[in-house]
């Protein structure tokens, strides 16, 4: 799966515009397969991780998922499909360990109960698919949209606390992107965690 960002050429001319039209559709098992066994994956999180700029590196360099659903092009007028699942994004841990507790936390979390949880590109955060309750009289922008926005606040009520991983640490659950094609990049992580049926 190419990356998001357009790449350019040291005189900042334009070599690859960005990506916007799927490359594929995967299945959140595929993405787990990805995460857990992708030797180019781990590569290419091992450069993102030691780059001076993390956010350019992981656009440039790695893969993304629109987990919320399935789209023609990566605009919310192109929705095709729900996945039935809404991204969690926690930030600003202090350590890897601390990310690490924080996936386990978070995918034992019995309000959550997300499908897959994993350490984010700069290894100082997690990532959650959450399954997305659906409601029958809500259009499905809407229902995605309404689901995002709970699992987002209620993970920064439960978890965003001085003692929730450590002493000195106060998670920050991502707000930024709580539009349908939000993307998700993926990040090489062997000890994943994922819930089957």
């Given at each position: ?9 040291k ?7 960005p ?9 959140i098992?595929q993405?787990?397969?990805?995460i ?9 999180t ?30 919310c ?5 729900p ?15 601390e ?11 019995p ?8 350490i ?10 959450v ?36 002493s ?7 707000f ?22």
């Amino acid at each position: 799966m190419p990356p998001i960002a357009p790449i350019k050429d040291k005189q900042g001319r334009l070599m690859t515009p960005p990506t916007l039209i799927p490359f594929c559709e995967v299945s959140i098992e595929q993405v787990f397969q990805m995460i857990t066994c992708n030797e180019n994956l781990k590569t290419l999180t091992a450069q993102v991780r030691n780059a001076t700029d993390i956010r350019a590196a992981k656009a440039s360099l790695l893969p993304y998922v629109t987990p919320c659903g399935t789209f023609t092009r990566r605009s919310c007028k192109d929705f095709v499909s729900p996945s039935h699942l809404v991204i969690v994004d926690v930030d600003g841990l202090h350590s890897y360990q601390e990310a690490v507790e924080m996936r386990r936390m978070l995918y034992d979390d019995p309000l959550l109960q997300p499908v897959l949880t994993f350490i984010s590109p700069s290894g100082l955060g997690v990532k959650a698919f959450v399954p997305c309750h659906y409601s029958p009289t809500i259009n499905d922008a809407q229902n995605i949209t309404d689901n995002m926005s709970w699992a987002m606040r209620y993970v920064e009520t439960a978890y965003n606390t001085v003692t929730a991983v450590s002493s000195e640490t106060k998670s920050k659950v991502d707000f930024s992107g709580k539009d349908l094609v939000r993307s998700c990049f993926l990040s090489y992580d062997p000890e994943a965690l994922f819930r089957t049926k």
